[in-house]
């Protein structure tokens, strides 16, 4: 079978790795971080992560179509494998019109539609009455939706590809064309896998100018609202979020957030913390009881830069030097609730590569 190198240590490589291990193929996983790493350059552990939906009725078709064929895996892995650090809980999301020209507000609206194109994916979909919705707030919907404690999901990914015969190594590779002659056995690789996210702007044979760091604030406490729940924007800052989600196996609950494109910045801004926990507590009084960010039990806070792609997440392939490169990155902030849907789709374009050679 194919030897093949994946680069990147993410959800999207572990994911496409585990995929390609899975039909057969021979695979080592090359990255600079892996799990267990905490650095401003590894998105993923920092990531809430949920299942939100990003892709919206203007959005290509391919987006919409990997959001849609992710679901049905995750949902899989929360009723049936506690160990992956999944569980299903209620999302409630909030729209202002007055949000309505922000990006959020844009997103929002379309979640906030009882049209939406999830509405026959996502379970129990339904549109909120007035009743349930508070004074500030013109719309919303709530479904089950799924929160995953990265700290436990990556390294769940990790003994899966290990599991399939996958081989990890370090590598801090200055080309991409490199990876090429990485390979555990030793010989030439038929195909790598570019899954570097934003490092995929520095990467040389890559150095896509696309990919901007949207830099993601966030605050992680102990308290519980029992729920999942965003709105559509803020009287604060247009680049900022507030939301708020509960990770899995005790991962403590993530405070949101901030939006903030070009900001390389990996230091937690303490005035910025202050404004997310205020609006979180005003969002969801049931957060502290009714009391005030005092009584938030702050576990730590946090700074991940989204790898965001200003033409959209890069699932293609390439021929650089002699060697078939396919892509699949910049996946902004919505890489986990699309790994599998993209990582499907990167294994087919692997297939389409090696199709020629199979058939000789």
């Known amino acids: 079978m ?3 190198v994946v680069v990147g240590a993410g959800v999207s490589g572990l994911t496409t790795a585990l995929l390609l291990s899975r039909a057969g193929y021979n695979v080592t996983i090359l990255a600079k971080h892996m799990p267990g790493d905490y650095d401003i350059e590894y998105t993923s552990p920092w990531a809430g992560a949920n299942y ?9 078709e391919a987006e919409v179509q990997w959001e849609r064929n992710s679901w049905p895996e995750l949902k899989r892995l929360a009723e049936e494998v506690p160990e992956a650090g999944i569980h299903f809980q209620e999302c ?38 007035a009743s349930e919705l508070p004074k500030t707030v013109d719309s919303g919907t709530a479904f089950t939706s799924v929160c995953i404690n990265t700290m436990v999901y990556l390294p769940y990914l990790v003994g899966q590809c290990a599991r399939n015969g996958c081989t990890l ?34 990467l040389g044979g890559v150095m896509d100018k696309k990919i901007v760091p949207a830099r ?37 609950t993530v405070l949101g957030g901030t939006y903030q494109l070009g900001n390389w910045e990996s230091q937690p801004d303490p005035s910025t913390a202050t404004r997310i926990m ?26 991940g830069l ?21 892509h699949n990155y910049g ?14 789709a990167a294994k087919g374009l692997v297939g389409q590569v090696l199709e020629p050679t199979a058939k000789l």
């Open 92 to 129: 409630i999301n909030y729209h202002r019109n007055k949000d309505d020209n922000t990006p959020s507000g844009k997103w929002s609206k379309e979640l906030a539609k009882e049209d939406s194109w999830f509405n026959t994916v996502a379970p129990n979909f339904r549109v909120l009455p």
């Open 2 to 4: 194919a030897n093949i």
């Open 331 to 344: 996946h902004g902030g919505w890489g986990y609730q699309s790994s599998y849907g993209c990582s499907e």
């Open 278 to 303: 205020k609006r979180a507590v005003e969002l969801c009084p049931a957060l502290t009881g009714g009391k005030g960010i005092e009584a938030l039990d702050i576990i730590r806070h946090g700074v």
């Open 52 to 60: 939100m939906p990003h892709a919206h009725k203007v959005a290509n």
């Open 306 to 326: 989204r790898p965001t792609r200003s033409s959209g997440v890069r699932i293609e392939k390439e021929k650089i030097g002699d060697t078939w490169v396919v």
């Open 216 to 252: 993601g604030q966030v605050v992680v406490v102990r308290n519980d609202p029992g729920f999942m729940m965003g709105i559509s924007g803020t009287d604060d800052a247009e680049d900022e979020l507030s939301y708020m989600m509960t990770r899995a196996a005790g991962g403590g």
């Open 169 to 202: 190594k370090r590598a801090n590779l200055k080309h991409i064309s490199d990876a090429a002659e990485l390979h555990h056995s030793g010989k030439k690789v038929d195909v790598i896998v570019n899954c570097t996210g934003l490092l995929a702007s520095k």
